[in-house]
Every structure is written in structure tokens, then in C-alpha cells.
């Protein structure tokens, strides 16, 4: 059995692309499910507004790679453009990578372990978390804590909401004077509400599908829920429009945008789209006063604290070789473990054989002595008749490695 990681992110696929292979929560068990069940031992689906990967301990990445183009409806090949397929100690080196933030669209984001600890959870509870995949996740956090702890990668906080207030602070001139709205009511969004209440706008608001989960975020930023049903007589209101759900069809649409800028005078708004798949109609950025950013878009932004982080990058990478150094040998010891198995039984057969030969000596009233040193002749011989054996049957080179490896494996002169 093999380990690899499969899939795209935001340096392979465009936007357009990943919201397309997105495994939406709801679905995420029938997919771990239908993974394992023909093409997969252990499984587990990692799927963030950057990336979609599967890591696989099987031996078929091709069958994965089409399973995947098939579960999203592209064509056959219509995918392969965009996947990497990284084998064994390929595939360890980049999971702690991501999990670490050095292959995050901002360095450093600390957001994706969080992400990675609920696809292990996802995995687990959907019964294709196995050993070697468990292993894995779990050295996976321990070196993104060790590179955490230990470098300049995660000091001064850079995220994608620190960079959603950054740009906006670029396009207005102070944020004190601006009203916010946020749709959803995730981890995303949280983010961003923390890094906007901190600029102290003049109103901020928080509309969800569950008027319940608005609420609960409103009360911690002193902020206005909304039902999402009734975003249409609001949006006008704001000025900065920041949405991150899960939906699977956009929540704004070129239409209800236009609306609310014919009540806004013309008064531009800045928006942000950081959902996969997208919340806002492509097509929105294309009105006037309209300034539309999406994920793509804000990976450009250069935080002021990166490069700091991008000189600590060589300290995490030496974290992260001697980590993966560990994590294969823990791999090929693991795969030893049949074979050693094997031997243990071969030598205890021939253990028990002998002693029960001897016990049978000793109960006929045999000398103990007598029989104890046939017991251990015996056992000498059974045990190495088989690699003597083999130094009889092979010659030449053959011969001469083998016995290069007898001497070693005896510890002989």
C-alpha cells in the first residue's frame, strides 16, 4: 500500500476552477465513503477556499484523479490540467508544508490547520481515517506547532481578513466613517469581523440564512443580525460588503447589486468575496462604483509583516526535512512489520516443534542434559538451514551479497 496526495490549489487552478471541485460539508461523508470503498484503503478530503486534496494510502492515483473529475462532473480529461500527484515522501513534505502555512496563498495563514484538523475529524467520523493517514495528520500539527513556535512565520498575524481591512483602507480614506456588512456567519467571517471592529466603523451588521448564528456574532461586535431573506433591503446601507457561506449558488447577483446602487446615488461599494464557490455574480465587479475583489485578487496583496515571514521560511523548511526524515522511516518500519511477523512465526514453529520433541524425551525418563542440547542443535539447524541453504543455491555476485548481508544481518567478522 502507498501514500499519496492528489488535487489543486491556488497556484495550479484559477478561481474558476476550485469553486467547481469544492466538497461541500453536507456531502463530504458519501464522498469520503465512495472514495474508500473502491479505490482507496484509508481517506481523507482536505477542500478550503485554496485548495481541494485527496490523501490516499492506496495504489491507484489515476482512478483517484478520475474519481475526482467524475464526482464534479468535468470531463475526463477536463481536469488533469490543473492536479499535482505527489507520491510517498512527496506527498508527507507538502502536507507538513500546508499544515505549517508555507504553501498558503498568504504565508504563514495559520487558518489552514484548523481546516486540516477538521478533515481529519471528517475522515475519522466517516470510518476512513486508518493508521498511516492518522499518523500522518497527527505529526502533521505537531510540526506546524513546532515551525510556529519556533520561527518569526507566524508572529504579526497576516490572514486573508487582515488583508480584506488592508485594502480596504486603501480605497477608503478612513474606515471610521464606513458601515460593514458581513454575510455569513463562519470562521471566515468571524476573522474579519474582528480585524473591521478593530478600525471602529460606523456600523457593522451580520446577515446568515439563520437568524440564530447572526445574533450569536452581532452580540460579540455590537453588530446588527440580519436575515439573509431580507438582504435586499439592506445592502443599499453599506459600504463595505465582505460574504463568505457555503452556499453552492451565488447569494448576490449583478441585478440586486445594481439596485442597491441606484439607491446608494452612485455611492461606490467595496466588496469582497472570499466564498468557494463564489457568494457575489462575476459579473458584479463589472458595474460602475462597484469594487469587487475575490480570493485570487487579495493573494496579491503583500502584507507588511511578510517579508519577516519569508525569511523564516528556511528555518521551517529544515523543521519540516528532518520531520518528513522521521515520518518515512516510521513508514518503512511500518511496512516491515509483515515480514517480521512472519519470521517471528517461522522461529516459534520451529520452537515449538523441538520442545514438544523434547518433552517427550524427558517424560520416556531421557538424561535432561541429552536432551536439552538436542532441543538447542535442533534449533540451530531449523533456524538456519534457510539462509544456508540459499548460499548454496546462488553464486557469482548474487553470491557475494548475500553474504555480504548474512555477515551483516548475524553481525559477523
Known amino acids: 500500500m502507498s501514500l499519496y496526495a492528489l488535487g489543486l490549489n491556488h497556484q495550479t487552478a484559477p478561481l474558476a476552477v476550485r469553486e467547481r471541485v469544492v466538497f461541500h460539508v453536507e456531502r463530504l461523508r458519501e464522498a469520503l465513503g465512495e472514495l474508500k470503498g473502491g479505490l482507496a484503503r484509508e481517506a481523507a478530503i482536505l477542500s478550503t477556499c485554496n485548495r481541494t486534496e485527496l490523501y490516499v494510502a492506496g495504489d491507484e492515483p489515476a482512478a483517484a484523479a478520475h474519481w475526482l473529475a467524475r464526482y464534479h462532473r468535468f470531463e475526463p480529461d477536463g481536469l488533469s490540467p490543473y492536479l499535482y500527484t505527489l507520491p510517498r515522501e512527496q506527498a508527507v513534505r507538502h502536507v507538513f508544508r500546508v499544515a505549517s502555512g508555507l504553501d498558503s496563498m498568504v504565508l504563514g495563514e495559520p487558518q489552514i490547520l484548523g481546516q486540516m484538523k477538521e478533515a481529519a475529524r471528517a475522515a475519522e467520523s466517516a470510518g476512513t481515517l486508518g493508521t498511516l493517514l492518522h499518523k500522518l495528520f497527527q505529526r502533521s500539527f505537531a510540526v506546524a506547532k513546532e515551525v510556529r513556535s519556533t520561527t518569526q512565520l507566524g508572529a504579526s498575524s497576516v490572514s486573508m481578513a487582515a488583508a480584506t481591512v488592508r485594502l480596504a483602507g486603501r480605497i477608503f480614506p478612513s474606515l471610521k466613517d464606513q458601515r460593514v456588512l458581513f454575510i455569513g456567519a463562519g470562521e471566515m467571517i468571524e476573522l474579519c469581523a474582528t480585524h473591521f471592529a478593530a478600525q471602529a466603523p460606523a456600523r457593522i451588521a451580520v446577515a446568515n440564512r439563520t437568524l440564530e448564528r447572526a445574533e450569536k456574532l452581532a452580540r460579540r461586535f455590537n453588530a446588527q443580525p440580519i436575515e439573509l431573506r431580507s438582504l435586499a433591503d439592506h445592502l443599499h446601507e453599506y459600504d463595505i460588503v465582505v460574504s463568505c457561506t457555503a452556499s453552492s449558488l451565488p447569494i448576490l447577483g449583478k441585478g440586486l447589486v445594481e439596485r442597491a446602487l441606484r439607491a446608494r446615488r452612485r455611492r461606490p461599494i467595496f466588496m469582497v468575496d472570499l466564498a468557494v464557490p463564489r457568494d457575489i455574480e462575476p459579473e458584479a465587479g463589472e458595474l460602475d462604483d462597484v469594487f469587487l475583489y475575490t480570493l485570487d485578487e487579495l493573494g496579491g496583496i503583500v502584507s507588511a509583516n511578510l517579508d519577516a515571514r519569508r525569511s523564516a521560511v528556511a528555518q521551517a523548511e529544515a523543521i519540516i526535512n528532518t520531520q518528513v526524515g522521521q515520518f518515512m522511516h516510521w513508514m518503512r518500519s511500518r511496512e516491515n512489520v509483515p515480514l517480521i511477523r512472519a519470521l517471528r512465526s517461522r522461529a516459534d514453529e520451529a520452537r515449538r516443534e523441538e520442545l514438544e ?57
Not at 367 to 386: C, G, Y
Not at 391 to 396: E, R, S
Open 357 to 413: 520433541r523434547a518433552l517427550k524425551l524427558l517424560a520416556r525418563g531421557e538424561e535432561p542434559r541429552q536432551v536439552l542440547d538436542a532441543l538447542s542443535q535442533a534449533l540451530v539447524n531449523k533456524l538456519l538451514h534457510a539462509p544456508t541453504q540459499a548460499l548454496h543455491d546462488t553464486a557469482g555476485e548474487e553470491r557475494r551479497a548475500l553474504a555480504e548481508m548474512l555477515a551483516r544481518l548475524y553481525r559477523l567478522q
